[in-house]
């Protein structure tokens, strides 16, 4: 939308379908007395001649009768007018009655009021007639001098756009305004001035900073903002002049505008790559980080500190300063702190591990210390895991790590509890020298324990990894500790029927020797409780959880690893019975109707397994229980890290130049003919595409990917022809559409109408035009995007035919379909929070496989190609022939939403070896509707083309 009409769509509130009034009543109006009937008669006016409408004997009527008016609504009106009424004769001439119009302008020029000098000062920059410009000069020039900013700041305009499109007009433009801009103390007209001096003549330009550089840090900020634009521009085009202006842009690091510092230190990296310079670019990112309110302005800024720790000479200057990255953390966003946590990751090294270890630990202790809110949660995960990388990249920070992340385990927050789990387990495997240490906290915190999953992780590291027999012993006190009272029948029975008395309630056997957490000894059981028994907080935590079959393997190993430690019979029978006991009273528990939930048939038979085993003791279960489960652990551990140093050894591949210097450049048009013969013609593809076949190689050429992207809106023997070039956008989608007239017929009030299917929203309304015979225009619409769903765009373009009396035309459009695969990307994420996302959503789409593929890895290939999502599976567990396969994928949207699915496929076997995949696909989501279109984009391209 131009300008003008911009202003009459704000001001003009007729109607675009009344019918138009007559030229005649329109001249009458406009000769009345009443300045809101002319008003009214202006507005219908410019309404008319930007619908087509030529008006020519208006003209003079409004010289005469309107163009004297000093209301200043009627003054902006006219400046619209004179904008788009034609002011030449059809071969060119200009018209007789614009020499008033311009002695009227030179008037406004000259006038007492400064809105009226500054409103016509722009009106002229949009002139394209030098004849009409010429008898003004003077009058511009002279409103240089003006006292007021405002006539100043737009006379600098208007002088550069007469001087850039006629510049015989006012030759000595560059001069004229070097001095004015030497005396002028207004910070908006100098900051005009001197973009215009960038534009028209540089070495002016660089001749008055070169005068005052040293009191650039003294100027307004948006002068500031033009002066670093020019030495970037500089410096880029001439090297040599990077010395004669690196300390201005050093200065103005640290201005007072935090857009001069974000455009200072952005130029500063690009114009020298020392230590030096990028340090103090790197001090100036993370200051803006750090001062800013604002989330966005934080996120854009942590981008550019990770552009700069790219850049593998860069990278050993910003492990200096991690330290202060480490600030950011103060900031309360989460996606800041995330990100803030992954950057100073990158970051450690052997000279500042320590640190940021420190750091970290403190950052974690506040968690526990702060009001609960919807965030804390998850930065306490971040954290853990940050703290788990730095152990594993540095193990002699594990020691300081490990005891203080293990008072996490008995936190209400599962999710952070489970991180840590999953780096004890790691860390107790990979360190034997900290076992001791990992073991003793494993016990001490052992009873606090709140969640089941924590519980059953616990109990398998104590029974894998407890390797003398204090620690056997401690961990079998630990269990009958949290079992209660044995056997658990009786006393359920007792605690409903209310015969057993809290302070009764205590551990069966022989009275032990404990160390609690405040290094006393104490003989009576924590399960003691002064509160009612029958209530479901006072049972014993491992009794209300009962872990059944993780508990007896648990004593299994324990058990087996205590006869090979003991010597003497006595005791090892002792033992044995001790956790036969236990195991032989949870499944009659387990057995009879006292449980809420009854025993599954696989726990009892793990149990009746482990009691098997334990009555044997044979080497060969003794080597399953506590060899192989150890080994396996390792295989995962080893796999896993495998994976890190791919995806390692991948993202330093991208660092690395992938065209050298000396390697030839080739040019198309000097490339022998034998040497095609082993690529295809460029140019015979471009051409080829531009005919719309594109089957060939779309993906690498570029413009056949554009036109993929042209959808014909209308048919070729339509009265208009419309197309419309879709542009994806982060948050929006941009239609250009080109309308051409097809007809011999001027088509007024050429409207595009569009609707909107899905989490889509029109911005603006496309204005209406005026099509000559065979002409063509271009219009913009933009759709907002709220969300990752299927859309469509539909509408029709509708017309009036200039002197035909017949109602509006309608052309229908085709469909515009927005596919979901422009927001989707393939992204990572762990087991637990796969896990722990597959839980929360409750948007699910079960996809049925359909597809004439017969190779299980084919068609997990085609899903992730058709999908944009990635295999969180490991390759080494998708490797090998087999049956059946299980697999899960995740991608992200650019909106931040998460997509996940699960294939489980099969391969027929006694259909024969041509059968294809059978199975199905399950896709969760938190909206309904991305749910559904990745459904229906899964369903659509299922099945492989063949060519």
């Known amino acids: 939308m131009t300008a003008a009409e911009n202003v009459c769509y704000t001001l003009i509130n007729v109607p ?35 619908n087509g409408e030529k008006l020519p004997g208006l003209l003079m009527t409004i010289i005469r009768f309107v163009l004297p008016l000093q209301d200043h609504t009627i003054k902006k009106l006219l400046l619209v007018f004179w904008e788009i009424v034609p002011k030449t004769t059809p071969d060119g001439r200009l018209l007789q009655e614009m020499i008033l119009v311009c002695d009227a302008y030179r008037k406004d020029l000259q006038h007492p009021n400064e809105f009226i000098r500054g409103s016509t000062l722009r009106f002229l920059c949009k002139l394209k007639e030098a004849e009409l410009l010429e008898p003004l000069m003077p009058a511009i020039r002279a409103c240089l001098e003006h006292r007021h900013s405002y006539v100043r700041r737009n006379a600098v305009l208007a002088i550069y756009t007469i001087y850039r499109n006629f510049e015989h007009l006012i030759p000595d433009a560059p001069e004229l305004i070097h001095d004015f801009l030497v005396n002028e103390k207004d910070a908006s007209c100098k900051r005009n001035a001197f973009m215009m001096l960038i534009h028209a003549d540089q070495d002016r330009a660089l001749d008055y900073l070169s005068t005052c550089i040293d009191q650039v840090q003294t100027f307004g900020d948006i002068l500031q903002l033009v002066i670093v634009e020019l030495i970037y521009k500089v410096c880029h085009a001439n090297p040599s002049e990077r010395a004669r202006f690196i300390r201005c842009i050093y200065n103005l690091l640290q201005s007072s505008s935090p857009a001069v510092k974000y455009e200072a230190a952005g130029t500063l990296v690009t114009l020298s790559s020392a230590p030096t310079a990028i340090k103090a670019a790197a001090q100036c990112y993370i200051d803006l980080i750090i001062k800013e309110s604002d989330n966005n302005v934080k996120l854009i800024v942590l981008d550019r ?40 990751l990158d970051l450690v090294s052997s000279r500042n591990v320590e640190e940021l270890v420190i750091v970290l630990k403190k950052e ?21 895991r940050t703290l788990h990388s730095c152990s594993v990249r540095f193990p002699d920070m594990a020691a300081n790590v490990i005891p203080v992340l293990m008072e996490f385990l008995s936190d209400n927050n599962e ?99 404990l160390v609690t957490e405040m290094g006393t000894y104490a003989t009576q059981s924590a399960l003691s409780s002064s509160r009612p028994a029958k209530k479901e907080e006072d049972r014993p935590p491992l009794r209300g959880f009962l872990q059944k079959a993780s ?58 397994l482990c009691l098997k085993v334990l009555s044997e003791c044979s080497p060969l279960m003794n080597d399953i229980f506590n060899k192989e489960c150890r080994q396996s652990l390792s295989h995962m551990l080893s796999a896993k890290l495998e994976e890190e140093k791919l995806s390692q050894k991948k993202e330093s591949e991208k660092r690395n130049v992938t065209v050298q210097p000396d390697d030839p450049i080739s040019f198309m048009q000097l490339t022998a003919k034998n040497e095609m013969s082993s690529k295809e013609d460029q140019f015979q593809l471009s051409l080829l595409a531009a005919m719309g076949n594109t089957q060939r190689k779309e993906a690498a050429d570029p413009l056949a990917s554009k036109l993929n992207k042209v959808t014909q809106l209308t048919g070729f023997s339509d009265p208009v022809y419309a197309e419309a070039y879709v542009h994806v956008n982060q948050y929006d989608i941009v239609l250009d559409v080109l309308v051409v007239n097809q007809t011999s017929d001027t088509l007024q009030n050429c409207t595009l109408e569009l609707a909107t299917l899905g989490d889509l929203k029109l911005v603006e309304k496309p204005s209406p035009l005026t099509l000559a015979p065979h002409d063509f225009a271009n219009i913009k619409a933009n759709v907002k995007v709220a969300s990752t769903e299927n859309g469509i765009i539909f509408g029709n373009v509708v017309y009036d035919v200039s002197g035909a009396a017949s109602d ?22 762990t087991d637990a929070e796969f896990r722990q996302m597959w839980a929360e959503f409750e948007w699910e789409n079960k996809v049925t496989v359909n597809t004439n593929i017969i190779d299980l890895n084919e068609y997990l290939q085609h899903i992730l190609k058709s999908t944009n999502m990635k295999c969180l599976t490991p390759e080494k567990a998708l490797s090998g022939y087999c049956g059946f396969m299980a697999a899960n994928l995740y991608a992200r949207s650019i909106f931040g939403e998460d997509a996940l699915a699960n294939v489980s496929i099969e391969k027929p076997i006694h259909l024969g070896p041509e059968a294809p995949v059978t199975g199905h696909i399950r896709i969760r989501a938190k909206s309904q509707g991305m749910a559904l279109s990745l459904g229906d984009k899964i369903n659509l391209s299922q099945k492989k083309t063949t060519l």
């Open 16 to 50: 675009m379908d009344s019918e138009p009034p007559s030229e005649i009543s329109l001249k009458n109006d406009l000769e009345k007395g009443d300045v809101k009937v002319k008003t009214e008669a202006l507005k219908k006016v410019i309404i008319m001649i930007l």
């Open 305 to 344: 500190l990770i552009e700069l720790k790219e850049h593998p000479s860069h990278e050993r200057v910003l492990q200096d300063l991690v330290m202060d990255i480490l600030r950011v953390l103060s900031t309360p966003d989460l996606e800041v702190r995330k990100k803030t946590l992954q950057l100073a």
């Open 364 to 384: 974690v202790i506040k968690t526990n210390n702060v009001t609960e809110h919807e965030d804390t949660d998850k930065y306490r995960q971040l954290l853990v």
């Open 415 to 513: 999710a952070a509890a489970a991180d840590v789990l999953e780096f004890v387990r790691e860390a107790i495997q990979r360190f034997d020298n900290l076992r001791p240490l990992i073991v003793e906290k494993m016990l001490e915190v052992f009873h606090a324990i709140k969640s089941v999953k924590i519980y059953r992780g616990a109990l398998w590291i104590l029974g894998e990894y407890c390797s003398t027999k204090e620690d056997i012993q401690s961990v079998m006190t630990e269990v009958r500790r949290s079992l209660g009272e044995i056997p658990i029948v009786e006393s359920e029975i007792k605690k409903e029927a209310g015969e057993l008395k809290p302070e009764e309630e205590v551990s069966v056997g022989p009275t032990q020797k």
């Open 551 to 608: 508990l007896a393997t648990t004593l299994t190993k324990i058990a087996l690893r205590y006869v090979s430690l003991v010597q003497e019979k006595k005791k090892q029978n002792s033992f044995n019975a001790e956790a036969m006991l236990l195991m032989a009273t949870i499944l009659h528990l387990g057995k009879s109707s006292l449980p809420k939930k009854p025993i599954t048939d696989d726990d009892v038979d793990r149990i009746s």
């Open 808 to 829: 509006r035309n309608c052309v229908v459009l085709s469909d515009i379909h927005i596919d979901i695969m422009d927001y989707i990307q393939p992204a990572s994420c």
